[in-house]
């Protein structure tokens, strides 16, 4: 401090810095100056390096270091720590399920829910119908039915074809579990017509029909005649993904217990090809379903009713897995959730898995949304008139709400033949976007990442840079007037 | 000598006690519809009051359990009773609206009771809760109120008492639905029974092992003080459901030796009464035939009921076996009757901050009923009473005609506290009534959160009163039919309906220390500012030329800035 005075030029007496003090000040004030104005000079330089590392983290993703190996969080779970009962027995049963049930495969529904229905009231189960699916209620003697697990096998697989071996698998399975009185979970068994719906139209229904609280389910998809890998699909709607625990336990159950290899989407997770192609094939298999909020598997119209579930699919194959290996996967999965004492609550929803066994941890993948939304954001400082912008948004967001009641994108036509804003207000209102999208594409990422990428993609960085540099050059001619 | 005359005295003590002191115990088995078999144990004690006219303050017990008796009598109780519920009792699929034994209450642990009062209300209270909390040492389990607050005082009409009028008693219930059966154990309640689990019914009883496989279970006491005028009753139960037929299927066919592992026990000497029942169910048969045989009017129906008197001599260490004719596999039917009356609660709508109870009463017969539905709610429950709506299932007309009248106790939030409601309701013949009560979660204190926050909280059950019951008449005339039914001939008051867990809003319980960091900083930043704006003094610098905001520095050679900690330094610099 007082080397800076010692250093300061002598006071001009005569002039307002008639102190030392006064001079230093002075100069500090123009060095701070210099700084601010080569900052917003090298803004779109900025940008452009926000949004390169924010690019280069995306493809850094697939990069093993980035990953940790996955473990099961929730201590109660104990994965494939149980005896198994689910045997030879239980197989043949299910293979006469199947018998009859390829009988009347392109009955109508009524025909194939009254067989459904009059197979699980065989096994000494209350079942019952809704309009699109048939239900059973198993209540094992020791539960209180205050909670319920929820496994599910619809008529339509995943892949478009009949799903008659899951339906099957599901019949076998009322008939396993009556009577064992190690649970302490009611379960509800559902067959739904078609893909989705049959499921979604039970769970409207659920609330009035079942006093059970749901927590976790399971979803049966079974096309071919046999399998050589379990594949999970655990996307939800709206890019919600089931307690990476749900994901964890199945993968380790399905392995260790049921003796089957398994696969993130069906995914060949083959070690002998490139590491980082493999995991890039598995995060745009995830980003496909999750960008547009569409589910993987029939159980992500459980994840709006707060259900952590996943779809055990099991690909079609010559062999060598059958009845017996889902069986016992179901039935060891399902003892795991029955440990449960409360909810899957640890903040374990936020993940991205790149293979079998490994994960991203939300630490390592959000920096990049954060470093895109930064660039987004910057670019929306400059803004000369927020109120004429904020008028000028108005028209934009009534567009975006009437295509939301109506349901549908092509009202955004309309903004083709309305008047635009011309000159300071076109400025302000594009970087008061700036600023929401900057905000937006963040806090997206938390719930939904590849939806936010998606976004952030559409925003299209690139182009934005050089139109803001255009809008900056404009602004200033346009203040200079 | 005095020894010798006590010695003298002590059989005829003993003679002038067990005159008026008896026990007798019952085994019913009870064949369900659906495979299951309902076994329920009684024990039922008759005793005088205990204590002796001496002016000593002194009391001697025979029969009865002490444990269990002084803190009653100390306490000024007339009728107490303890229920425990674990598992759930399947009213659609076991045909009954409810177990074998009537005073079961609903789901979890109950204590309910009259206490003799002499209008001090604070005295009753304190020996309400002295009596729940010795209850609770004897069973092992917390009986007592977590805080006064959780106690209901408005049920005294659904709980009428047996003896003495209510204007001189008070009742009181204190629900907790998420106690089990005294984490199994068995011990507590054999240690009540004078034979202690030892002899007589209650030694096959006495299988811990055996018993807590079963399916629903009831354990209970009812406890009915003596009188100036009339002993004093106390009884035992013990019910649960056994699943008859094998896991992977076959006969129902079954035995005293297949369900307890052993036949029938070593009678208790002191027992005057015990018999082994079954109400016989369509195509059965038993070996040895029963010695006695007759109907009963039970829950509504005209049964046919076999009984064995166990203390016959040869009756020790004999098995009894039951079959029905002809049946290798049992196949579950398709279609089972439901019971007169059946009632289901569910939460429908169940967001984090509100829901919807929706309680369907189904009436099976052919005459509409009259009844009192009743909830107990914890404080944070805030129901909707005036949005309560009412209609049939299979049409959207209302029918708030069905709604006789309703008596509301609100809670007092935030302090613990217990909302209760009753609606006097008109259940319509061969039809589902549908009560809709809409509610609002409170939020709890931070505090007030049980262990497994995220499990959600379990409430009380709700209870149906039916009003119109006509009891079950002991003499009958011999030209009734078999299975002939009359839902209004029971004893059954009470229906509850199943258990119900209702989610809360939980906080993330790290989230305390967030607050405590985001608060902390917001505090600091504040803090700089404030102190940065008291202590600066204002004044003017004069720009270099050339430099500042470059082009436009030249419009501006003043700058108002500031000048941190200047005061005394910038004395003339203000302008």
Not at chain 1, 23 to 34: N, P, S
Not at chain 1, 429 to 439: E, K
Request: charged residues 20%.
């Amino acid at each position: 401090m007082l080397r800076r005075f010692r250093r300061a030029q002598p006071p001009e007496l005569t002039s307002i810095n008639y102190t030392p003090e006064h001079v230093a000040l002075a100069k500090t004030i123009a060095r701070r100056r210099r700084i601010v104005s080569a900052i917003a000079r090298s803004i779109p330089l900025i940008r452009l390096l926000l949004v390169s590392v924010g690019i280069s983290w995306l493809l850094a993703l697939p990069y093993e270091g980035l990953w940790k190996e996955t473990y099961v969080d929730e201590h109660a779970i104990q994965p494939a720590q149980v005896t198994m009962y689910f045997d030879w027995a239980n197989v043949h049963r299910a293979d006469r399920y199947l018998d009859e049930l390829e009988r009347i495969a392109n009955a109508t529904f009524e025909e194939r829910s009254s067989y459904t229905a009059s197979t699980f009231a065989d096994a000494g189960l209350s079942s019952g119908n809704t309009s699109h699916a048939t239900f059973a209620h198993v209540a094992p003697p020791r539960s209180a039915g205050t909670e319920t697990i929820l496994v599910s096998a619809n008529w339509i697989s995943r892949d478009g074809g009949p799903n008659l071996r899951g339906v099957a698998m599901l019949l076998a399975l009322g008939d396993f579990l009556r009577g064992q009185n190690h649970w302490a979970f009611d379960f509800v068994l559902v067959v739904g017509d078609s893909y989705l719906t049959g499921l979604e139209d039970f769970m409207r229904n659920y609330h009035s029909l079942f006093p059970g609280v749901l927590w976790t389910a399971l979803n049966i998809d079974y096309p071919g005649h046999s399998f050589s890998h379990l594949g999970l699909f655990y996307e939800g709607v709206n890019g919600r993904l089931p307690n990476q625990d749900v994901v964890n336990t199945v993968a380790h159950v399905a392995r260790y217990a049921g003796g089957s290899p398994i696969r993130y989407h069906d995914v060949d997770a083959d070690q002998a090809r490139s590491g980082y192609l493999v995991a890039a094939k598995h995060l745009l298999a995830h980003f496909s379903f999750a960008a547009l909020g569409r589910p993987s598997g029939a159980h992500g119209v459980l994840a709006r009713h707060r259900i952590d579930a996943v779809t055990l699919y099991c690909s079609p194959a010559e062999g060598p897995h059958g009845f017996h290996t889902l069986g016992r996967t179901l039935e060891s999965t399902l003892r795991s959730y029955n440990n449960l004492l409360e909810r899957l609550h640890a903040s374990y929803f936020f993940y991205l898995l790149p293979r079998p066994d490994r994960f991203i941890p939300v630490g390592h993948y959000l920096p990049a949304a954060v470093l895109l939304g930064a660039s987004i954001t910057i670019g929306g400082f400059d803004c000369q008139e927020p109120l004429a912008g904020l008028l000028w948004l108005v028209p934009a967001f009534v567009i975006g709400y009437i295509g939301w009641i109506l349901q549908t994108p092509l009202v955004s036509l309309v903004a083709l033949v309305l008047p635009r804003p011309q000159g300071n207000a076109r400025h302000s209102m594009s970087a008061l976007a700036h600023l929401l999208y900057g905000a937006l594409i963040p806090t997206l990422a938390m719930v939904n990442f590849p939806q936010a990428i998606l976004l952030a993609t559409i925003g299209s960085p690139g182009t934005d840079i050089i139109d803001s540099a255009s809008w900056r050059a404009e602004g200033t001619v346009v203040r200079d007037r | 000598m005095r020894i010798l005359l006590l010695a003298s005295l002590v059989p005829a003590l003993a003679a002038a006690l067990s005159t008026s002191n008896s026990f007798h115990e019952a085994l019913t088995l009870h064949p369900l519809p659906d495979g299951k078999l309902s076994v329920l144990f009684e024990f039922t004690t008759y005793f005088a009051s205990a204590s002796t006219g001496s002016s000593l303050r002194q009391s001697h017990h025979y029969l009865t359990p002490p444990s269990l008796l002084l803190p009653l009598e100390h306490n000024n109780i007339s009728e107490l009773t303890v229920s425990f519920v674990a598992g759930q009792w399947d009213q659609r699929r076991s045909g009954e609206a409810g177990p074998l034994h009537y005073e079961s209450g609903g789901g979890g642990g109950e204590v309910r009771g009259w206490l003799r009062s002499n209008g001090d209300k604070a005295e009753s209270d304190r020996a309400w809760t002295a009596v729940t909390h010795a209850l609770g040492g004897l069973f092992c389990a917390g009986l007592g109120p977590s805080d006064e607050g959780d106690i209901v005082r408005s049920f005294g009409d659904i709980y009428p008492p047996h003896r003495g009028s209510p204007s001189n008693l008070t009742h009181y219930l204190l629900p907790h639905p998420f106690l089990h059966l005294c984490t199994e154990n068995l011990t507590p309640f054999l240690s009540l029974l004078p034979s202690k689990g030892l002899s007589g019914l209650s030694s096959l009883l006495a299988q811990p092992g055996t018993v807590f496989s079963w399916g629903f279970k009831s354990e209970g006491i009812e406890v009915i003080m003596p009188d100036e005028t009339s002993p004093g009753r106390w009884r035992g139960w013990w019910e649960g459901v056994v699943d008859l037929v094998p896991e992977r299927g076959g006969s129902r066919a079954f035995s005293l030796e297949r369900i307890f592992g052993r036949g029938i026990p070593r009678p208790f000497p002191e027992a005057e009464t015990s018999v082994l029942r079954l109400m016989v169910s369509e195509g059965m048969s038993m070996e040895p035939e029963a010695p006695k045989r007759e109907g009963k009017w039970i829950d509504g129906r005209y049964r046919e009921v076999a009984e064995w008197d166990l203390l016959e001599p040869g009756m020790q260490g004999r098995d009894v076996r039951f079959w029905w004719d002809g049946e290798r596999d049992f196949v579950h039917p398709r279609t089972l009757r439901p019971p007169s009356i059946s009632v289901l609660r569910t939460v429908t709508a169940p967001h984090a901050s509100d829901g919807t109870f929706t309680i369907r009463f189904s009436n099976a017969g052919s005459e509409s009923r009259r009844a009192v539905y009743s909830e107990v709610w914890p404080w944070w429950v805030k129901g909707w009473i005036s949005e309560i709506s009412l209609r049939v299932d299979g049409s959207d007309e209302s029918r708030d005609d069905l709604l006789d009248s309703m008596s509301y106790h609100p809670s007092t939030p935030p302090t613990p506290s217990t909302t209760s409601l009753h609606l006097f309701l008109t259940l319509p013949a061969q039809s589902t009534l549908v009560v809709s009560i809409p509610f609002t979660k409170l939020t709890l204190k931070y505090t007030e959160h049980r262990p497994d926050a995220e499990r959600g909280v379990e409430i009380p059950s709700g209870i149906l009163n039916l009003l119109d019951t006509i009891g079950e008449p002991e003499s009958v005339s011999s030209d009734v039919p078999l299975g002939v039914e009359n839902a209004r001939q029971t004893a059954r008051r009470r229906i509850y309906t199943n258990r119900l867990l209702l989610d809360v809003p939980t906080p993330d319980f790290s989230m305390p220390y967030n607050v405590i960091i985001m608060s902390s900083t917001v505090m600091a930043v504040f803090f700089g500012l404030m102190q940065g704006a008291l202590t600066r003094k204002w004044g003017w610098v004069e720009l270099p030329k050339g430099e500042g905001r470059g082009k436009q520095g030249e419009d501006e050679p003043k700058a108002g800035v500031s000048v941190v900690e200047g005061g005394a330094q910038l004395a003339g610099s203000s302008s």
